[in-house]
């Protein structure tokens, strides 16, 4: 159904319904109304949407086309899947050596150094729920360049890694960055050590 795969490309992007409907000039309880599939967008927006999610109008309509094609692409390059503890290891080299399970990502195309983990529930009772759900498989390229309202996954010191929506960059170096479960702002050259950007997410219960 055309409102489902809306919503699937929407959450896999990452986006929120009001970044979507200000692409469109419209607000984000009309983007609702296209998920819930009690509105569909016309023939004109169909295109810009496949633009906004990296797809294509065919595959939205009927499910077919470019987003197939290029997930049939991607199982033969699945990256990695390190379990969160693991990736405190990071950079060492045994994050990618020492993987067994693979996966795929079903939007993106990973670089060279990408891999696959799955974003715990964060241990603090007052934490808040951000755009990545807990139990979310996410999928972190390193060698992807930081763009602000990107997602970020940072350690924190030697035993804590985060969540951070990216800001504007910092001088003389680094970028602003918020911590998605508090809200706190840190910068990334002083306070915390950049892993990679999330480049996709979805909620799986398997790998």
């Known amino acids: 159904m055309l409102n489902e795969r809306l919503k699937n490309l929407r959450l896999a992007k990452g986006m929120t319904l009001q970044q979507v ?5 419209i607000s984000a309880a009309s983007v609702a109304s296209w998920e819930k599939g009690k509105n569909q967008p016309d023939s004109r927006k169909l295109s810009k949407i496949a633009e906004v999610f990296g797809s294509s109008v065919e595959f939205l309509l009927n499910g077919a086309g470019e987003s197939q ?4 692409e991607s199982i033969e390059t699945g990256v990695p899947f390190v379990a969160w503890p693991q990736l405190l290891i990071w950079p060492s080299q045994s994050i990618s050596s020492d993987a067994t399970e693979r996966v795929t990502p079903l939007l993106t195309k990973p670089g060279a150094l990408s891999f696959a983990t799955r974003y ?3 241990s603090d009772l007052n934490w808040t729920q951000g755009p990545v759900p807990a139990g979310a498989i996410i999928f972190i390229d390193p060698s992807k360049d930081l763009v602000a309202d ?5 350690r924190i010191g030697k035993d804590r890694l985060e969540l951070a929506r990216v800001q504007l960059p910092a001088k003389p170096k680094g970028h602003h960055l918020q911590l998605i479960t508090s809200g706190s702002s840190i910068i990334s050259s002083k ?3 950049v892993v990679g950007t999330v480049i996709e997410w979805r909620i799986s219960g398997k790998l």
């Open 21 to 25: 409907g200000d692409a469109f000039g």
């Open 69 to 72: 094609l290029a997930h049939l």
């Open 120 to 122: 715990p529930a964060p």
């Open 150 to 154: 990107a997602i970020a996954l940072v």
């Open 191 to 193: 306070d915390a050590s």
